[in-house]
């Protein structure tokens, strides 16, 4: 049964830093394009980042460039998100997924994922 669980939320101040990871039980990434997306409370779910197979590419929101890093550890089955200078907008619970096949097109439209997380919660104090 594939899962995947991520872990490393928490409660911050504007300008701190988290980095969020995202295990896979029973997957094998090497094969999937891994993303992350977040959700704030009434708003709808947004693409913040994504990295290729082999991490030849990757792919980010506008509102995160230059602050958040996505990368991928493929002999552990994980990936993760460094976010630096958070601020309040940033507050959401992020989830990772793995999609089989993409682009930024398909991923900013949350289009052919896989398998999705049960979210982590981040929060931001201003």
């Known amino acids: 049964q594939v899962q995947l669980r991520e872990s490393g939320g928490g409660l911050v101040q504007a300008g701190d830093s988290l980095r969020l990871s995202c295990f896979a039980s029973?997957?094998?990434?090497?094969?999937?394009?891994m993303a992350w997306f977040r959700q704030a409370p009434g708003k709808d779910r947004e693409f913040v980042a994504a990295v290729s197979l082999s991490a030849k590419y990757t792919w980010y929101a506008d509102s995160v460039k230059g602050r958040f890093a996505i990368s991928r550890d493929d002999l552990k089955d994980t990936v993760y998100l460094q976010m630096d200078s958070l601020n309040p907008e940033d507050t959401a619970v992020y989830y990772c997924?793995?999609?089989?096949?993409?682009?930024?097109?398909?991923?900013?439209?949350?289009?052919?994922?896989?398998?999705w997380g049960q979210g982590t919660q981040v929060t931001v104090s201003s």
């Open positions: 997924a793995a999609a089989s096949w993409g682009n930024f097109y398909t991923l900013s439209r949350a289009q052919g994922v896989n398998y």
């Open positions: 029973n997957l094998n990434i090497s094969t999937y394009i």
